[in-house]
């Protein structure tokens, strides 16, 4: 690899108050790479995509995009998250903007492009992601699967270096997180650059390139899903990976 | 079967909020007119005659109260939403201001109302400061825009703050700046929260502006009172307590309207965690 990974993170630590929630992370996701991270709730997936986000201040380490240490004080985060994609678990729509509005609120505001431009390229990522007539709507109107899939079209309306998935689909109907589950899959195809925090383990199978399993803020295991989930190596990713297949959910 | 017991039910229901409704009315009229003051209170509270004679001035002082609370309002709506916004600053250059911001609101909803109208009506002129008001009535409504944007900020706030944090998150997300997100994301929520406890204060500001006569100008109080004091009849100042009703009572029915409408049509509009 010539070109510095999109996205690096180094020797990354985080607590809240005395609790440590990052102890030492370490990453590199590639170009077009998926990269998916795993493990229990309170691990520190969220918390890590939160930080690489500038959305939480970080205690010690370096967060790196395209070679550029963005979590240096100096830097102003608004100029970093125009550069990447955040899609949260709860969708944070914005309920008193119509739905094409929502979407073009970033291009229009943050990146200056204009309006009918920005409304444009809306409608026609919009129809990529089967919600023609759509654009008009309110997100109360919709349905959660629909509301996802318009979160997931305004993180991309910016095109992103990266887009970060925070449990897209903890928040939806077991029926709906197939839809969700084909449209990253297509992402992923497209060559986007992503990095996935999940409970759902078809993204770690059917997306990721290398899946992370965190355990109490750290990185205990990496690997191929195949491997890891055939032959998990380290106790905790044993016992993570047992109660998954007891639930069915493997 | 089933339709026609609830059209009899409900028709019993009116029936007997009819009947209460008569009997609590007429026995409030009963104890009104038996009372043994009540001829008294008639001719002069009550007379047609003074009503007649004294509401053309009454009314011309009432557009002067109107005019007075529009512009009020008008400001209040503005520099209460700029001392909000001070106040939810974060950055600690702005500490002074937001110190500032949160005196503001003590003060202004601390000292009466009608003590403000004093002592900025008497108190700036006497400043003898160049380009300072010396109007009264401008006086006035600077005390009441002063005394209101301290509640009418609280109010705001009150929005802002519940606005859930996820909202920012995903504004901050999206690469906006916190001053876009505020803008383009939060305020527009809060604002449309706010919207019923805003008119509450203004129902209030509409019979405050009453408070303005003490430094002067000829407003429905005060020429209601005059014309009270020079035929010693009461008449007058009923005849401006209804001018006040008209205004009032209309807003109050708006916001009755607004919140049933909010409720109605966008559901809840509260955001999943």
Known sequence: MSAPPVLEVRGVTKAYGERQVLRGIDLAVAEHEAIALIGASGSGKSTLLRCIDLLEDIDDGDVLLDGEVITDPSVAPPGVRKRLGMVFQAFNLFPHLSVVDNITLAPVRAHGVPKAEARERARELLARFGLEGRAEDYPDHLSGGQQQRVAIV??????????HLDEVTSALDPELVGEILHRVADLKASG???????????????????????????????????????????????????????AGRL | MRAAAKRQRAQRRTTISALSTLVVLGGLAAILVTSPGWHE??????????????????????????????????????????????????????????????????????????????????????????????????????????????????????????????QMAGALALGLTRGQALRHVIVPQAVR?????????????????????????????????????????????????????????????????????????????????
């Open chain 1, 154 to 163: 305004s993180a991309l309306a910016t095109q992103p270096r990266a887009l």
């Open chain 1, 192 to 246: 986007m650059t992503m990095l996935i925090a999940t409970h759902e383990m078809g993204f770690a199978r059917e997306v990721a390139d290398e899946v992370c399993f965190l355990h109490e803020g750290e990185i205990v295991e990496r690997g191929s899903a195949e491997v890891m989930f055939a032959a998990p190596e380290h106790p905790e990713t044993q016992r993570f990976l047992r109660r998954l297949l007891d």
């Open chain 2, 41 to 166: 209170v008639r001719t002069t509270y009550f007379a047609w005659d003074d009503l007649k004679d004294s509401f053309p001035d009454v009314l011309k002082g009432f557009w002067l109260d109107v005019k007075l609370f529009v512009i009020v309002e008008a400001c209040v709506l503005v520099l209460g939403l700029v001392v909000a916004l001070v106040r939810t600053t974060r950055a600690p250059a702005f500490f002074p201001l937001r110190l500032l911001a949160a005196v503001f609101c003590d003060v202004a909803r601390g000292v009466p109302v009608v003590l403000l109208v004093y002592l900025v009506g008497f108190g700036v002129p006497a400043l003898d400061l160049k380009g300072l008001p010396t109007d009264a009535l401008v006086l006035g409504g600077m005390a009441l825009t002063f005394s209101y944007s301290g509640y009418v900020a609280e109010v705001y706030r009150s929005g802002i703050d519940a606005v859930h944090p996820s």
């Open chain 2, 193 to 273: 929260r706010v919207v019923p406890p805003l008119l509450n204060d203004f129902i209030a500001l509409q019979k405050d502006v009453a408070l303005v006569s003490f430094l002067g100008p000829m407003e429905a109080f005060r020429v209601a009172q005059i014309d009270a004091a020079s035929n010693f009849v009461y008449t007058p100042l009923v005849a401006a307590a209804v001018l006040y009703l008209f205004v009032t009572i209309p807003m109050a029915r708006v916001v009755d309207h607004l919140q049933a409408k909010s409720r109605r049509v966008r559901g809840v509009v509260e955001v999943a965690a």
